[in-house]
């Protein structure tokens, strides 16, 4: 009852509408019509060079400074370098105990544990999936990357729990920590490299430091919201028998915000996971090196080899960390087969025991006869077929018998007719004067003056930045991206969500494609596209379409089930439901689909600078390459910031708008 | 005797401007025109009420009334605005955070609507909170937490979830929670009224046989008049944040002080829900014969029915000894039933 605290008359009611009338917006909307016209007239084309702000210059020299003084400035001789060895020397631990164990512990462990916690197959898989790595000889490698990735997890988990009990306890501390954790998420993983490569050259430090920050959000976020949502019965419960604060947080929020803590550091983990692999380009070493090395060869045998096995890692962490999750929840059970639920927990713990007594004694046994090398005897390389594989599918699928199908002329027709004339629309077609006036007005009917203001000087400052031309040809590369995915990704979500059958069916292709880190996804692509923007393109469609299926088929789930039932009633078609019922209720959950496939696409096209993708990919990917490159990429860095952010606050903006007021 | 928990003037205001929210109130201004004006809203208004020792107080009220927070107030779970409230010799409002923690722990327990269990803890542990919060050794705790559990029926359930128990058995889990502190004074907060009815009918069975062996002082609060007069030694009616009327079951039947109490002993199934000794009158001097008909003090008043119908002869209440405790009068059953039906 205390709950029962009256609604402000009129609060909440309609105040963008108000918002809108302020002279302040008629201002700002006159200055951008203005804007537009004048664009038109003078028509200047892109940003002027000769206004370039040339940020890259006073970076390349403090690049330079920072490089000279590596080993006399009191910033590396006290701080920097005793946290680089510190760093260093705790992933060199973790790898030497990684290392110390017999090979055949791995499959063993991850095939037992996949049985226990996904069943049969899983384990099976799992089993395989691990030797699989080691006969392709990539068993070191793998160790390099799992212990860069824990370290890197670990500390993660470390900084990030707190911090996420400190936004739960401190309000202003949350809404703080809310706002820069939404910028974090919107940023490229591949942006996070270069501040770092800036600071500490190249290595497995500045990989360990950008991956740490980059995987940081959802345990924060998840335990925030974890703890936030023990229900208040339990805590007063708490309260009612004196317990004291700390009590409670210990005795009750923790354990019951467990789940979400723990869905937060399988998140975290993945992140790490795919972020440690884009790391290689500032040499991480491990298996993203190797990918990283074949695909610049364009050896697709040794890139496919590395990068499934940086998927089979990937997918056992993931089932793993999830399986621990849910652990706990079968145990409990619901409802009341109490006995049942029991039975099944006693078993639980037998086949725990069971397993960690078998793995210790052969890691134990192993571990001192130092079986430690994966066997010879067992290597089995699969790269040359790939390779054939790979030649047979640009001999032969690239314009197959010469009809004009094929991917060849697929990725022609998305080059001639939708890239390059959307490039040039907006890099040169429209001018850029009119180009700020257009996104202030976005921003303007998106959310308010702010919006229109915040987007008008983040445009600004590409051009200023001397990246108005690479960035419109990502935003173009972005947006065909965009389009082709919702293409597909809404009639499939469509399908999903009306019929069970067909959603059980894509769910585990689409649950294993995300599992995929972003960079190994360029690795078929580039099999069957070549090189350049195309196999950027698709792979970031590829990339995007389980979030976009997803989040289409839970939009169009959350349409209530009377609606679509009244809707029936009253002899609707099931195309008639569908538009004018299904898709207007579930506009802003789609709106939400498409801010996160703009976000992931932004991420792959940047990422495919690497294969020819050009734009402000190509310019960072170069910065992490060369270092007299690093001034540029970190212009291109903030360019691609500002452009994600720019594209994230739109679209949440208009989505925001098509949500239904809120109830009285 | 004295009394274990002690109100007086109690307010609970919620909103910033409560003194003038308190003016107005204490005018008889109703909760619209304060809210209008102040923009606050009065939940509990200037109540005043003892417990005894052993007594069950039920504070009966519709959703909105303030029952609620009012006995949040009074285990100051939340801070009440004004007003003084006493339990076991503690002065509550002074009382800093410490000694409230143990006063919590050693002499209040609560029982709560949505049972307020821990899903993470099995059912022994939920039991053991209160002693695990105080400190009390592993085996120590479990082996109090079990034997409470075996006086509420769960015996062999002390490894489950809660979640795999029925609504019913996780209220006992709540109730037995709460009586393994050895609190003096039980709060409930509708404890019952998540549960279907005939469970809900079997636990208030339950917890008048345990009242009686446990003579525990407890504060009880439903919206069920039903459940009200099965239950209380003493009823309040709570009406928009204040008690209309206090007073024993009989009294509130008998004497509604309003029109709004009357509703609701209209709909009141009294002869099913009055325990007989509610009307009995003191044995005196009165010879109490071989051949009366008798009953049990915690049968209902319809047990007696029968009786009081075919004889003219009063019906001996006795105790579970089979010792007269009084007197139940023709005469005054029907004086309530003709109340109930008018």
């Known amino acids: ?20 009338r302020s002279p302040f917006a008629v201002g700002l909307a006159a200055a951008a019509v203005a804007l537009v016209i004048v664009g038109f007239v003078a028509s200047v084309g892109a940003f002027p060079e000769s206004w370039n702000f040339g940020l890259a210059d006073p970076i390349d020299r403090t690049r330079r400074w920072l490089i000279n003084n590596q080993t006399s400035h009191w910033l590396y001789t006290v701080l920097l370098n005793p946290l680089t060895d510190l760093a260093d020397a705790g992933i060199r631990r973790l790898e030497a105990i990684l290392r110390w164990f017999p090979w055949y512990v791995y499959p063993v462990f991850c095939g037992l544990g996949l049985w226990r916690v996904r069943g049969r197959l899983a384990g099976a898989l799992g089993f395989c999936g691990v030797v699989l790595i080691g006969m392709t000889d990539l068993w070191q490698q793998g160790f390099a990357t799992l212990a860069l990735m824990g370290v890197a997890v670990f500390l993660s988990l470390l900084a990030g729990i707190p911090l996420g009990i400190a936004a739960w306890r401190n309000d202003r501390f949350a809404g ?53 949502n023990v229900p208040g019965s339990m805590v007063e419960a708490s309260e009612m028998f004196g317990a004291t604060d700390r009590q409670t947080l210990r005795l009750v929020r923790i354990p019951a915000a467990r789940p979400a803590i723990l869905a937060g550091t399988n998140q975290t983990t993945m992140l790490a996971m795919s972020m440690v692999v884009i790391a290689a380009f500032i040499g991480s070493g491990g298996l993203g090196q190797d990918v990283l090395r074949a695909m610049r060869d364009i050896d697709v045998g040794e890139a496919s080899e590395a990068g499934i096995a940086i998927v089979i890692m990937a997918i056992i962490l993931d089932r793993f960390t999830r399986g621990i999750a849910t652990l706990g929840e079968r145990g409990r059970g619901q409802g009341t087969a109490a006995h049942a639920g029991d039975s099944l927990r006693a078993a639980d713990t037998v086949t725990i025991r069971w397993i960690a007594a078998a793995t210790a004694l052969v890691a134990l046994v192993g571990g001192i006869v130092s079986h430690n090398k994966f066997p010879e005897w067992l290597q089995w390389h ?20 010469s009809s004009g199908i094929g991917t060849g002329p697929l990725s022609d027709f998305i080059t001639v007719y939708m890239v390059t004339p959307l490039r040039e629309l907006l890099s040169s077609g429209i001018p850029w004067p009119a180009m700020i006036g257009l996104g202030v007005l976005g921003g303007l009917l998106a959310r308010g003056v702010t919006l229109g203001l915040g987007i008008g000087i983040a445009l600004f400052l590409i051009g200023w930045l001397g990246m108005w031309e690479l960035s419109m040809d990502t935003l173009a590369q972005t947006l065909v991206a965009v389009a082709v995915t919702l293409a597909i990704a809404v009639p499939l979500g469509i399908q999903a969500s009306h019929s069970d059958r067909f959603q059980k069916l894509i769910d585990p292709v689409l649950d294993f494609l995300q599992t995929i880190p ?83 696409v932004l991420a792959m096209v ?49 989505a925001d708008r098509l949500r239904p007021p809120p109830a009285a | 005797m004295e009394p274990i928990v002690t109100v007086s003037g109690l307010w609970k205001i919620f909103g910033k401007k409560v003194d003038a929210a308190r003016e107005l109130a204490a005018d008889g201004a109703g909760r619209e025109q304060i809210q209008a004006e102040t923009g606050c809203l009065v939940a509990v208004r200037d109540v005043t009420f003892d417990v005894h020792a052993g007594e069950t107080f039920v504070v009966m009220g519709l959703s909105g009334s303030g029952k609620s927070t009012l006995v949040r107030c009074v285990s100051r779970l939340i801070e009440p605005t004004f007003g003084h409230m006493e339990v076991c010799g503690t002065i509550l409002a002074d009382a800093s955070d410490t000694a409230l923690r143990e006063l919590r722990r050693s002499k209040m327990a609560m029982v709560f609507q949505h049972f307020g269990l821990f899903p993470h803890r099995r059912v022994v542990d939920n039991v053991a909170y209160g002693l695990e919060v105080q400190g009390v050794a592993r085996d120590e705790r479990h082996e109090r937490a079990r034997e409470v559990l075996s006086t509420v029926g769960l015996d062999g359930w002390a490894d489950h979830y809660p979640q795999q128990l029925s609504g019913g058995m996780q209220q006992r889990v709540g109730l037995a929670r709460a009586l393994a502190v050895e609190p003096e004074v039980l709060f409930f907060d509708e404890p019952f009224s998540a549960l279907d009815p005939l469970i809900r009918r079997d636990m208030q069975d339950e917890l008048v046989t345990l009242q009686l062996e446990l003579q525990r002082t407890i504060v009880f609060i439903t919206h069920d008049f039903a459940e009200a007069l099965r239950l209380a030694d003493r009823i309040a009616i709570m009406r928009d944040g204040a008690f209309t009327q206090v007073g024993t079951p009989l009294e509130i039947l008998t004497q509604p002080a309003d029109d709004y109490v009357r509703a609701f002993t209209q709909d009141a199934p009294i002869a099913k829900v009055l325990p007989a000794c509610s009307l009995m009158r003191p044995v005196g001097d009165v010879a109490v014969e071989e051949g009366w008909p008798r009953t049990t003090e915690t049968a209902t008043l319809e047990s007696a029915l029968p009786f ?17 405790l009084g007197l139940l009068h023709q005469d005054d059953v029907a004086a309530v039933l003709e109340q109930n039906l008018r």
Request: hydrophobic letters at 50%.
């Open chain 1, 518 to 600: 972003s960079f190994v996804l360029l690795v078929p692509v580039i099999t069957l596209f070549h090189v350049g923007r195309i196999p950027g393109i698709i792979a970031s469609v590829v990339y995007a379409l389980p979030a976009a299926v997803h989040y289409t088929d839970l939009g169009l789930r959350r349409v209530p089930a009377e609606v679509h039932e009244a809707a029936t009633s009253f002899g609707a078609t099931r195309w008639q439901r569908l538009r004018r019922v299904e898709l207007p209720l579930a506009a802003p959950e789609l709106m939400v689909a498409v801010n996160q496939v703009i976000m992931l």
């Open chain 1, 1 to 20: 009852m205390s709950q029962t605290v009256a609604a402000e008359p009129g609060a909440g009611a309609d105040a963008p509408a108000a918002r809108r």
């Open chain 1, 606 to 654: 940047v990422i495919a600078g690497l294969v020819g993708g050009g734009g402000l990919g190509l310019e960072t990917v170069n910065a992490l390459r060369r270092s007299d490159a690093v001034g540029r990429g970190f212009e291109a860095g903030i360019a691609i910031v500002l452009l994600a952010g720019i594209l994230d606050r739109l679209t949440r903006g208009v």
């Open chain 1, 176 to 228: 703080v920590l809310r706002p820069t954790l939404d910028a974090m998420q919107t940023m490229p993983g591949f942006v996070y490299l270069i501040p770092f490569v800036l600071l500490f050259g190249i290595g497995r430090v500045p990989a360990l430091i950008a991956t740490v920050i980059f995987a940081l959000p959802p345990v924060v976020r998840l335990t925030d919201v974890g703890l936030r």
């Open chain 2, 308 to 324: 009081l119908l075919s004889e003219h002869r009063p019906v001996v209440v006795c105790n579970a000894e089979g010792d007269p």
């Open chain 1, 382 to 401: 699969y790269a040359p077929y790939i390779n054939d594989i790979t030649a047979w599918a640009r001999d032969n699928l690239y314009d197959i018998g």
